[in-house]
C-alpha cells in the first residue's frame, strides 16, 4: 500500500476498522474508489472485543454469504482458525452452520494484512468528531486532531466505541474496549443533524489462566476431522493453516448461582448505573440466573484465545458483576477450583442510531452519502456487522459511480432479511441473528451462498471471472447429476445388500437412483458407490464433494423447496409493487393512527416491506393497495 502524504480527499470515509469497516473498505476500494479509512489505532483491524470466533448459529451462513459477494472474512476466519465445527448436523440442512475458533492475534494480523496492502486504501490514525453536510449531502468529516477530510460519502462503522463506557460491578471506566478509548463528539454531530440516538449495551466474560484450570476433569469438544473452511477462495492443499486444539465444557450450579445473586445489589445492570439495553439472546450469567432461576446449570465453554496465548475465554459467563463476586463464582465451578482470573468481565455500554433511519442499501434516509453498518445500527455480532459493511461499501461507491443500487431480498440472502428487519421493525435491544428469522431458511443454507450470491460479486468485480467459471461448471453438473439420477435405476441385486446394511427395507423391483434417495437414511456418495456397474456418470460425479452434497439436499427436499420458492414468487409480486418514497401517508384517513405513524417513519419501497412493518395490519395494507391503485 502506498502511502499519500497530506491527502485530505477521497471518495469514501470509512468511520472504525471493525468489521463492518474492514468489508465496506475493501469493498469499495476493489471497486474502484480511493478510501480513507480511520481508526484509533492502525494495527487493530478485525481485534475481537469479545469472543475470538466466527460463525455459528445463522452467523455461519452470514460468513458463507459475505464470502459469495467477494468480502473477507471467510478468508480471514480460515487463515487464523484453530478450531472449525459445523453445528447443528443431526438436523436438516437449512441449520446448519459453521463455526471457527480463532487466534485472536492472528486474526487480526491477517485483517490488518489484507487492509494495508489494499490498492485505493490508506489507513489514518485518528478519530472522527463530526461528520459535515450541506443541503443534507455529506461532503467531509473532521478528525480529533483537527484534520478536515473531504469525501462524497461516510460510513460509519463506529462498533461500541461512541462514548463507550464499561462496567464492572459499581466501577465504570470510560472506554469502547478493553484498554481502548471511547470515540466522542461524532454522536453529537449526528443528532445535530437531526438523528435519533440511543443506547445499548453487551457485555464479555472473565478471562482464565490455562494453566490454572484442571482441564483432565472437563469435557473435552474437539472440532471437525476433516475441518471444512469458510471460504471458497482458501486453498484445500493449504488448509488448515493453524494447529487445531479442542475447547471444553463445564456447568454453573445452585451454588454458584447463589454466590452470583450476592452481588446483584452492586450489579449496575439491576442499580440503574447501565442504561442500554442488553442482548436479549446472549444475556449475562447474572441474567440467565435471575430470568431463568428454575434452571439447575447452565452450560460454559472454555475457548483458546490463541495458540501462544495464555488467556482462555469463558463463554456463557458474561458478566459485569463485581471483580471479587466474578472470582468467588468461578472457583465454585467444576475445573475452575483453583482458576487464576486475568481480567474480569464486563459490560460496554455504548451509543447507537435506530436503524429505521436508513434505508435498504444503508444510506442515511436523512443525508445523502451517509451510510450507517454494524453495531451503530443496533445490532451484535461481528457477522451481521460485516454483512451490513460490505452492503454499505458497495452502495456507496455504486452511488459515486452512479450506478443501480444494491438490495438484497428477505428471499436472496440472511443479509436480506437482517437489513430488512432492521430497517422495517427497528429495534431498541442489540439484534441477533437466528435461522428462525427467514421465512425461506431452507433455500437460503450455507452451502448454496455461493449459488444465490456469487453473480452479484462478479458484476461488482469483487469475485474472479474464474471463480464464477468454476461455479457455473460445478451448475452445469448439477443439473446433470439430478437428471441422471432422475432416470438412472438400479436393480434388486445391485442395491439391496447396501440398503441391507444401513437397516432399511430392500426393493423388489427396479427404481430410480432419486427414488431410493429419498429415504432419510440414504446416503448418496454411499449409493452411488454401492451401485457398481461402471457408470461414467456416476464416477464423473463422485470425484465432486460439492455437487454430491447440492443433489442429495435438493432431491431430498424437493417438496419442501418447491412450496418455499412458490411462496417467493407470490411474495415477490408485492416486492415489486413499490411506494414512491415521497409518498404522504397523512392523506390515507382509513388506517389505522399506529399504520400511518410507522409507515410515513420508515418509508417502506413495497407493499411487501410495508406489510412487514410492526403495527402495520392487513387492513392497512388492503387500503394503501386500493389508493395506490387508484
Sequence with gaps: MKQKVNMKEFDIIIVGGGHAGIEAAISAARMGCS?????????????????????????????????????????????????????????????????????????????????????????????????????????????ASGIEIKCKALIVCSGTFLNGLMHTGLNATKGGRFGENPSTGLTESLINMGFESGRLKTGTPP??????????????????????????????????YQRQLSCYITYTDKKVHGILEKGFDRSPMYTGLISGIGPRYCPSIEDKVKRFNDKERHQLFLEPEGLDS??????????????????????????????????????????????????????????????FAGQVNGTSGYEEAAGQGIIAGINATLKIQKREEFVLKRSEAYIGVLIDDL???????????????????????????????????????LVSEEMYNELQRREALITKTKEFLNTAKVTPQEINP??????????????????ILKRPEVSLKELLENIRNGNN???????????????????????????????????????????????NYSNLKSISAEGREKLSKVKPRSIAQASRISGVTPSDISVLLVYLKS
Design 207 to 240: 478471562r482464565l489462566h490455562k494453566e490454572s484450570i484442571n482441564w483432565d476433569i472437563l469435557e473435552e469438544q474437539p472440532g471437525d476431522i476433516p475441518p471444512l473452511p469458510f471460504s471458497r477462495r482458501t486453498p484445500k492443499n493449504q488448509f488448515p
Design 423 to 461: 430497517v422495517g421493525k427497528s429495534t431498541n435491544e442489540p439484534y441477533r441473528m437466528f435461522t428462525s428469522r427467514a421465512e425461506h431458511r431452507l433455500v437460503l443454507r450455507q452451502d448454496n451462498a455461493d449459488r444465490r450470491l456469487m453473480k452479484f460479486g462478479v458484476d461488482f468485480g
Design 35 to 143: 478510501v480513507g479509512i480511520v481508526t484509533m489505532d492502525k494495527i487493530a483491524f478485525g481485534r475481537m472485543s469479545c469472543n475470538p470466533a466466527i460463525g455459528g448459529s445463522a452467523k455461519g451462513h452470514l460468513v458463507h454469504e459475505i464470502d459469495a459477494l467477494g468480502g473477507m472474512m471467510g478468508i480471514i476466519a480460515d487463515r487464523s482458525g484453530i478450531q472449525f465445527r459445523t453445528l447443528n448436523k443431526s438436523k436438516g440442512p437449512a441449520v446448519w452452520a459453521g463455526r471457527s475458533q480463532n487466534d485472536r492475534k492472528i486474526y487480526s494480523e491477517v485483517a490488518t494484512e489484507v487492509v494495508t496492502e489494499s490498492e485505493n486504501i490508506e489507513v489514518i490514525e485518528d478519530s472522527i468528531i463530526e461528520a459535515i453536510e450541506e443541503g443534507k449531502k455529506i461532503v467531509g468529516a473532521r478528525t
Design 537 to 583: 456418470d456416476i464416477r464423473e460425479i463422485l470425484k465432486e464433494s460439492l455437487v454430491i452434497e447440492q443433489a442429495e439436499i435438493e432431491i431430498k427436499y424437493s417438496g419442501y423447496i418447491q412450496r418455499q420458492t412458490d411462496l417467493i414468487e407470490k411474495m415477490n409480486r408485492l416486492e415489486d409493487m413499490l411506494i414512491p418514497l415521497n409518498f
Design 498 to 515: 447396501y440398503l441391507a446394511s444401513i437397516e432399511t427395507s430392500p426393493i423388489d423391483n427396479s427404481e430410480t437412483i432419486e427414488k
Design 310 to 371: 495464555e488467556l482462555i475465554y469463558l463463554n456463557g459467563f458474561a458478566t459485569s458483576l463485581p471483580e471479587e463476586i466474578q472470582l468467588e463464582a468461578l472457583i465454585n465451578i467444576k475445573g475452575l477450583e483453583e482458576v487464576k482470573m486475568v481480567r474480569p468481565g464486563y459490560a460496554v455500554e455504548y451509543d447507537y442510531f435506530p436503524p429505521y433511519q436508513v434505508d435498504l442499501t444503508l444510506e442515511t434516509k436523512l443525508v445523502q452519502g451517509l451510510y
